[in-house]
């Protein structure tokens, strides 16, 4: 692999227009972004072999903040 011009990679997840058209409250999962999670904790993982990772999510990317962060933090370990 070619040498990081970085010390920190970041991953910044995001979306809003489809989650704010399915839910006025954003306090659960409202769309499945599985397949997306699943590619970015793959990334994070080649990533944060050469440097620390830090990944940002927000509520309007599935519907839910801290059950995306759930999913990267269990698919990365």
Do not use: K, W
């Not at 769309?31 to 904790?41: F, H, L, T, Y």
């Amino acid at each position: 692999m070619p040498p990081l011009a970085a010390a920190v990679g970041q991953l910044h997840v995001r979306g809003r227009a489809a989650v704010d058209a399915l839910t006025p409250t954003l306090d659960h999962i409202v769309i499945d972004r599985s397949r997306q999670v699943a590619d970015d904790a793959q990334a994070i993982s080649i990533l944060r072999q050469r440097v620390p990772v830090v990944a940002f999510v927000n509520n309007h990317y599935a519907g839910y903040a801290p059950e995306t962060a759930r999913q990267l933090v269990t698919l990365t370990g």
